[in-house]
C-alpha cells in the first residue's frame, strides 16, 4: 500500500508551459507539504497545507499554486514554466495539528522529476 | 533566519569504521529529524528527537539532540555498504505557532567502502 503518491513521477515539457502534479495520501493525516529539491539536492518547503486551509506558504513565485480538494489531496498547478523549475517535487504528509511528537513525522512520496526544455 | 549546517558534506568511510555526521542550527527549537535518501528515492524517516538530550538508536545509527548547543549528532557504528545514501537534518522552525515547517541541511552523502 501506497502511503504517498505522487502523479507523474516523471515529467518533461517544454518553457511556457503549464502543468500538474498531483499528489495523494492515505494515512489519514491532515497536514500536507510540497518542496522542492534541486540539481545540487537542497531540499526547500513550498507550501503547507492542514485540513485543506493554506498554512505554510514560502517565498515561491505565484507561478506556483497549489490545490487542495480535500485534507487526503494536495496537488501543484505550474503556469508558465521556466528552466529553473526543473527539479524533484516531493509531496509529504503528516499527521499534523501542532501537538508535537511523533505525529509531526512527515511520510514523503516519491517524487515527480520534472524537466523543463 | 534559520540555518542549518550539517558537516561533512561527503564522507567516504571503509566498512568496519565509526563516524560521526554533525548538524548545527542557528535558532532555538525543540524538534529535529533526520532522513535518508537513497539515489533517485524518496526521503525516509530515520529519527525524531524532541527534547535536549534526546537519543534514539536504530541498527548502527544513534541521533542525539543537544537543544543548548543547537547540536544534534548522527553517529554510525562500524559502518557497511547498505549504509550509503544521502543523510539529511531538519530543523522545525515552529512556523508561526504551526509546527511543520522543516529547514533541511544540505545533507550528507555517506559512501561506504569495502
Known amino acids: 500500500d501506497t502511503a504517498v503518491s505522487q502523479t507523474p513521477k516523471y515529467l518533461v515539457t517544454q518553457m511556457g508551459n503549464d502543468k500538474s502534479i498531483k499528489c495523494e495520501q492515505n494515512?489519514?493525516?491532515?497536514?500536507m507539504y510540497w518542496y522542492k529539491q534541486d540539481s545540487k539536492k537542497f531540499l526547500k518547503i513550498m507550501f503547507s497545507?492542514?485540513?485543506?486551509?493554506?498554512?505554510i506558504n514560502e517565498t515561491v513565485p505565484n507561478r506556483f499554486s497549489p490545490k487542495s480538494p480535500d485534507k487526503a489531496h494536495l496537488n501543484l498547478h505550474i503556469n508558465s514554466l521556466e528552466l529553473g523549475d526543473s527539479a524533484v517535487y516531493f509531496c509529504?504528509?503528516?499527521?499534523?495539528?501542532?501537538?508535537?511528537?511523533?505525529?509531526?513525522?512527515?511520510?514523503f512520496g516519491p517524487g515527480t522529476r520534472l524537466l523543463v526544455l | 533566519e534559520l540555518k542549518v549546517e550539517q558537516n561533512p558534506l561527503f564522507l567516504s568511510m571503509q566498512e568496519g569504521k565509526n563516524y560521526t555526521i554533525y548538524c548545527n542550527y542557528s535558532t532555538t527549537s525543540d524538534r529535529l529529524y533526520w532522513y535518508r535518501q537513497d539515489p533517485g528515492k524518496s526521503l525516509e524517516s530515520l529519527f525524531v528527537?524532541?527534547?535536549?538530550?534526546a537519543v534514539k538508536q536504530e541498527g548502527r545509527l544513534m541521533a542525539s539532540l543537544d537543544t543548548k548547543a543547537r547540536l544534534s549528532t548522527l553517529h554510525i557504528t562500524a559502518a557497511v555498504h547498505d549504509l550509503s545514501a544521502t543523510y539529511f537534518c531538519?530543523?522545525?522552525?515552529?512556523?508561526?505557532?504551526?509546527?511543520?515547517?522543516?529547514?533541511f541541511g544540505k545533507g550528507t552523502k555517506l559512501s561506504v567502502k569495502p
Open positions: 531538519a530543523v522545525d522552525l515552529n512556523y508561526g505557532g504551526s509546527q511543520g515547517n522543516l529547514i
Open positions: 528527537l524532541l527534547s535536549n538530550g
Open positions: 497545507y492542514n485540513n485543506k486551509e493554506l498554512i
Open positions: 509529504a504528509s503528516s499527521q499534523g495539528g501542532g501537538s508535537g511528537g511523533l505525529q509531526e513525522t512527515q511520510y
Open positions: 494515512l489519514g493525516h491532515d497536514t
